[in-house]
């Protein structure tokens, strides 16, 4: 049974940045993708990006391409979301999930099993 432990959220100026960082453990980390998501008050539950377990692929929504970063260090066992020029709307509670089977490459979050426990990202206007 994978656990996962994501920190790093927190209150941040529009236009700012912030970097989450989840732990994996209870499982061979290197051969699972491995998954950010967000969810905001009264909306959906979003992908923010995902990554496989080389760290060769990444997916991102639209909303965040091209201002958020999905990587991880499989040494450290660890996926790490950079987040760059932060807007009010990316304000959620952020999530990291791993999928059920190894070496998959998801397409959403149906295809994951395992979640953290959740971070808050506040970005003010």
């Known amino acids: 049974q994978v656990h996962l432990v994501e920190s790093g959220g927190g209150l941040v100026q529009a236009g700012g940045s912030l970097r989450l960082t989840c732990t994996a453990s209870g499982r061979t980390f290197s051969t699972y993708a491995m998954g950010w998501f967000r969810q905001a008050p009264g909306k959906e539950r979003e992908t923010a990006g995902i990554?496989?377990?080389?760290?060769?692929?990444?997916y991102y929504a639209d909303s965040v391409k091209g201002r958020f970063t999905i990587s991880r260090d499989n040494t450290r066992n660890t996926v790490y979301l950079q987040m760059n020029s932060l807007k009010p709307e990316d304000t959620a509670v952020y999530y990291c999930?791993?999928?059920?089977?190894?070496?998959?490459?998801?397409?959403?979050?149906?295809?994951?099993?395992?979640w953290g426990q959740g971070t808050q990202v506040t970005v003010s206007s």
């Open positions: 999930a791993a999928p059920n089977a190894p070496f998959l490459m998801p397409t959403g979050s149906g295809d994951f099993g395992a």
């Open positions: 990554i496989s377990y080389s760290g060769s692929r990444t």
